[in-house]
């Protein structure tokens, strides 16, 4: 009781810092349409719940599945699968923001963990993913607490921080395998050791083994996969996503300044020009101060940068969502040095900076609130996200109607694709019609190709059925009806897509 009394006001203005959080996180979570990789693991989760003998299901396509497993218990509360989704990632971000605080607090001072938990409630990096059913905010809760813990260890020297330290990492792994890239930032946090100590050598061998300690419990968690079948499949992958040293031979810039320049357009606007400004001003000052905690917070954030830029084929925003939190601890870091050293009334400089810096990303966060598609998002991130066939629209009105239609019998519908919007994004709404209604009253969705299928033509003449396309890629054939046409955002200069919503006629062939 005495520490909360003594820290009251800090916590105070944490707890209000956390109600905004959640104030702006939690309304109108579905209202930005699903995407590819969401509907995916809405549905893996959904097929583990159902069937004990799937629970390493995601093993089959080279993913780790605790996100699966955390999710699968959130859809005994919630009726809508991609509102469960969406809310176990506001849940992840809260973990993260109260990851930056005590980050903040314990290294630096309490200004610098309050600042860095309001950078992280409102930078609209954090905002756009905390919003979406992504495995992503999960691992970066468990990157900043590794940070934490991996900290702390190098100043207590302790059993018991080797062991936490240890389930962090090893949930990382199991959440998804670049948090490999905690293991390689490790080394960096030996930069807060004290290097003049008498006792370094016996202190740096204690870490040394504590770090062994670690390690071992990191890769026992993630031996846990090796229970399910599939666990080579984590590699098999790697191919289609990672730049090999031999076929960098030669170009070894090639990635890195495509990538640098994809950073270029989404720092801007993801981050915000004045915290990027803060950014940069707060790496100046770690070194001319030579503030050791800074620096091992900067090089924790840049090291799965850097080596992402270096070697990853494909490189989209969310994929070093788990290198922004350091830079936000970094930047208030850098805004506390500043407003310490101002002579001015304080009251005056919390507001004015306050302003400076959250003024256009509020903006945009209430847009993405509110109106998503008018957000002036990354080209790339825009068109994924809402533009281009991996964004779903109009999948709850669809499956309603089918849900309808199966009240009179059972009813099939075809969909373009065997795999990810669709059918995934339509079938977490069937889940229950799919397989656990009774056989006459079933909603059956056949995976198909285009054009429509011959199995999805014979169907036709025996059962009520449909078929869902993107507009983008469907020509349109005979024997089909239109039922309702959900248009999709549209980009500059590009003809406007749509998700179909087709009746196939009986007779077609």
Same mark, same amino acid.
């Given at each position: 009781?005495?520490?909360?009394?003594?820290?009251?006001?800090?916590?105070?203005?944490?707890?209000?810092?956390?109600?905004?959080?959640?104030?702006?996180?939690?309304?109108?979570?579905?209202?930005?349409?699903?995407?590819?990789?969401?509907?995916?693991?809405?549905?893996?989760?959904?097929?583990?719940?159902?069937?004990?003998?799937?629970?390493?299901?995601?093993?089959?396509?080279?993913?780790?599945?605790?996100?699966?497993?955390?999710?699968?218990?959130?859809?005994?509360?919630?009726?809508?699968?991609?509102?469960?989704?969406?809310?176990?990632?506001?849940?992840?971000?809260?973990?993260?923001?109260?990851?930056?605080?005590?980050?903040?607090?314990?290294?630096?001072?309490?200004?610098?963990?309050?600042?860095?938990?309001?950078?992280?409630?409102?930078?609209?990096?954090?905002?756009?993913?905390?919003?979406?059913?992504?495995?992503?905010?999960?691992?970066?809760?468990?990157?900043?607490?590794?940070?934490?813990?991996?900290?702390?260890?190098?100043?207590?020297?302790?059993?018991?921080?080797?062991?936490?330290?240890?389930?962090?990492?090893?949930?990382?792994?199991?959440?998804?395998?670049?948090?490999?890239?905690?293991?390689?930032?490790?080394?960096?946090?030996?930069?807060?050791?004290?290097?003049?100590?008498?006792?370094?050598?016996?202190?740096?061998?204690?870490?040394?083994?504590?770090?062994?300690?670690?390690?071992?419990?990191?890769?026992?968690?993630?031996?846990?996969?090796?229970?399910?079948?599939?666990?080579?499949?984590?590699?098999?992958?790697?191919?289609?996503?990672?730049?090999?040293?031999?076929?960098?031979?030669?170009?070894?810039?090639?990635?890195?300044?495509?990538?640098?320049?994809?950073?270029?357009?989404? /720092?801007?606007? %993801?981050? &915000?020009?004045?915290?990027?400004? $803060? @950014?940069?001003?707060?790496?100046? =000052?770690?070194? #001319?101060?030579?503030?050791?905690?800074?620096?091992?917070?900067?090089?924790?954030?840049?090291?799965?940068?850097?080596?992402?830029?270096?070697?990853?084929?494909?490189?989209?925003?969310?994929?070093?969502?788990?290198?922004?939190?350091?830079?936000?601890?970094?930047?208030?870091?850098?805004?506390?040095?500043?407003?310490?050293?101002?002579?001015?009334?304080?009251? /005056?400089?919390? %507001?004015? &900076?306050?302003?400076?810096?959250? $003024? @256009?990303?509020?903006?945009?966060? =209430?847009?993405? #609130?509110?109106?998503?598609?008018?957000?002036?998002?990354?080209?790339?991130?825009?068109?994924?996200?809402?533009?281009?066939?991996?964004?779903?629209?109009?999948?709850?009105?669809?499956?309603?109607?089918?849900?309808?239609?199966?009240?009179?019998?059972?009813?099939?519908?075809?969909?373009?694709?065997?795999?990810?919007?669709?059918?995934?994004?339509?079938?977490?709404?069937?889940?229950?019609?799919?397989?656990?209604?009774?056989?006459?009253?079933?909603?059956?969705?056949?995976?198909?190709?285009?054009?429509?299928?011959?199995?999805?033509?014979?169907?036709?003449?025996?059962?009520?059925?449909?078929?869902?396309?993107?507009?983008?890629?469907?020509?349109?054939?005979?024997?089909?009806?239109?039922?309702?046409?959900?248009?999709?955002?549209?980009?500059?200069?590009?003809?406007?897509?749509?998700?179909?919503?087709?009746?196939?006629?009986?007779?077609?062939?």
């Amino acid at each position: 009781m005495k520490v909360l009394a003594k820290h009251k006001f800090t916590l105070l203005f944490f707890l209000s810092i956390s109600f905004i959080y959640f104030v702006i996180r939690l309304p109108n979570l579905t209202l930005q349409p699903i995407f590819a990789d969401e509907a995916i693991y809405v549905r893996w989760a959904q097929i583990m719940r159902a069937e004990p003998t799937l629970r390493f299901l995601p093993l089959s396509d080279g993913k780790t599945p605790l996100f699966m497993w955390v999710l699968m218990p959130f859809f005994k509360f919630f009726s809508d699968p991609l509102l469960a989704g969406r809310f176990l990632s506001v849940i992840s971000g809260f973990a993260s923001l109260i990851g930056v605080f005590v980050l903040g607090w314990i290294f630096f001072n309490r200004r610098v963990g309050l600042w860095s938990a309001a950078l992280l409630t409102l930078t609209p990096f954090t905002f756009f993913f905390d919003r979406m059913a992504l495995v992503d905010s999960m691992l970066t809760a468990f990157s900043i607490w590794s940070l934490v813990f991996a900290l702390l260890l190098i100043r207590w020297r302790r059993l018991d921080l080797a062991m936490i330290l240890g389930y962090f990492l090893g949930g990382g792994l199991l959440t998804k395998t670049p948090a490999m890239f905690n293991l390689i930032a490790l080394p960096a946090t030996l930069l807060i050791f004290d290097w003049k100590d008498k006792a370094r050598q016996k202190k740096l061998l204690q870490i040394i083994g504590l770090w062994v300690v670690a390690i071992i419990i990191t890769f026992t968690v993630y031996s846990i996969l090796k229970l399910g079948p599939g666990f080579d499949n984590l590699s098999s992958r790697n191919q289609d996503y990672i730049f090999s040293p031999l076929e960098l031979v030669g170009r070894p810039l090639d990635p890195f300044i495509p990538h640098l320049r994809d950073l270029a357009d989404w /720092f801007p606007k %993801l981050i &915000t020009v004045p915290v990027i400004l $803060l @950014i940069l001003f707060s790496v100046g =000052l770690a070194f #001319l101060v030579k503030n050791k905690y800074a620096l091992a917070v900067l090089i924790w954030s840049i090291t799965p940068l850097l080596i992402e830029m270096a070697f990853l084929k494909t490189f989209t925003a969310r994929y070093i969502l788990s290198s922004i939190p350091p830079l936000l601890v970094l930047s208030a870091f850098g805004v506390d040095f500043l407003i310490e050293r101002v002579r001015m009334k304080k009251i /005056f400089l919390y %507001l004015a &900076t306050s302003v400076f810096l959250f $003024l @256009i990303p509020v903006k945009i966060d =209430l847009t993405l #609130l509110t109106a998503p598609e008018n957000v002036d998002l990354p080209r790339s991130e825009r068109s994924g996200y809402f533009e281009a066939w991996t964004a779903g629209y109009g999948f709850p009105e669809i499956a309603n109607f089918l849900i309808d239609e199966a009240k009179n019998g059972t009813v099939v519908v075809g969909t373009e694709g065997f795999f990810g919007t669709l059918p995934d994004g339509l079938m977490i709404y069937l889940d229950s019609y799919d397989h656990l209604a009774d056989k006459d009253h079933q909603v059956v969705v056949l995976g198909s190709k285009i054009p429509i299928s011959d199995d999805v033509r014979e169907q036709a003449g025996i059962h009520p059925t449909f078929f869902v396309a993107n507009n983008s890629r469907f020509e349109g054939e005979e024997k089909i009806e239109l039922i309702a046409k959900y248009p999709k955002a549209k980009g500059p200069g590009l003809s406007q897509d749509a998700i179909l919503f087709y009746r196939v006629l009986p007779g077609g062939e």
